[in-house]
Nanobody
Framework: QVQLVESGGGLVQAGGSLRLSCAAS????????MGWFRQAPGKEREFVVA????????NYADSVKGRFTVSRDNAKNTVYLQMNSLKPEDTAVYYC???????????????????WGQGTQVTVSS
């Protein structure tokens, strides 16, 4: 059983930056591909980015390409999401998730993930 805890959310002005972290425990972190999803009020959960278990492959949603960067530190059991040039439409609760898919897999659908964090709120003001 893997436990995931996100941190780093907050309130930022448009054009600003935030760095989210997701700390994992209770499992072998390097065995999991990791993803970030977000959910705005009244909307479905949306894929943001995924990174393979080794960190060698990434998969970004078009809406965040060039602005967000995912990375992972397997020694620290942590995945990061650096968010730059934030826009009001980025406002959402951000969730990290762990998928048991190995290799270069970077799944972009929630049903490929077995474990989820509790989420962290990101609010971007205009």
């Amino acid at each position: 059983q893997v436990q995931l805890v996100e941190s780093g959310g907050g309130l930022v002005q448009a054009g600003g930056s935030l760095r989210l972290s997701c700390a994992a425990s209770g499992g072998t972190f390097r065995n999991y591909a990791m993803g970030w999803f977000r959910q705005a009020p009244g909307k479905e959960r949306e894929f943001v980015v995924a990174i393979s278990w080794s960190g060698g492959s990434t998969n970004y949603a078009d809406s965040v390409k060039g602005r967000f960067t995912v990375s992972r530190d397997n020694a620290k059991n942590t995945v990061y999401l650096q968010m730059n040039s934030l826009k009001p439409e980025d406002t959402a609760v951000y969730y990290c998730a762990a998928s048991p898919l190995r290799g270069a897999a970077t799944p972009n659908t929630p049903n490929r993930y077995d474990y989820w964090g509790q989420g962290t709120q990101v609010t971007v003001s205009s």
